[in-house]
């Protein structure tokens, strides 16, 4: 986690319920960073992306998490694996879509993502 540094998205529907709003893509008080909790925001997230990556510790996947069915079935049909080498305790996922055009709300998220704190 170190490589990467901070993250860009916490995809926690339960932190979500917490903010004031409840609405996707709220900034959480906590770290300033923004939080989803739908699997539509999340396919959202790889449509406008070309390519990406989605770690998450054992605690919270696989199922059952802190997510919905929903979540995991987008998280299993939009991403590949990626094989970690035996490292418990985390599961990474990845994305690569470059020649994919992205939606027209494409460019209202990513101005709103690159504001976050």
């Not at 696989?62 to 049909?77: D, H, M, T, V």
Request: aromatic share 10%; proline share 9%.
């Amino acid at each position: 986690m170190y490589y990467f540094g901070e993250y860009d998205v916490a995809v926690n529907p339960s932190r979500l319920s917490e903010v004031n709003g409840r609405a996707e893509f709220s900034l959480d008080p906590r770290t300033g960073r923004p939080m989803i909790g739908t699997a539509a925001s999340l396919r959202l997230i790889v449509r406008c992306f070309p390519s990406g990556i989605f770690v998450a510790d054992a605690t919270t996947y696989p199922l059952p998490w802190i997510g919905s069915e929903a979540l995991g079935e987008a998280i299993r049909q939009e991403m590949d694996p990626i094989d970690l080498d035996g490292h418990r305790g985390l599961f990474a996922f990845h994305w690569e879509k470059s020649s994919q055009v992205p939606p027209p709300e494409c460019a209202a998220l990513k101005n709103r993502l690159s504001r976050k704190s």
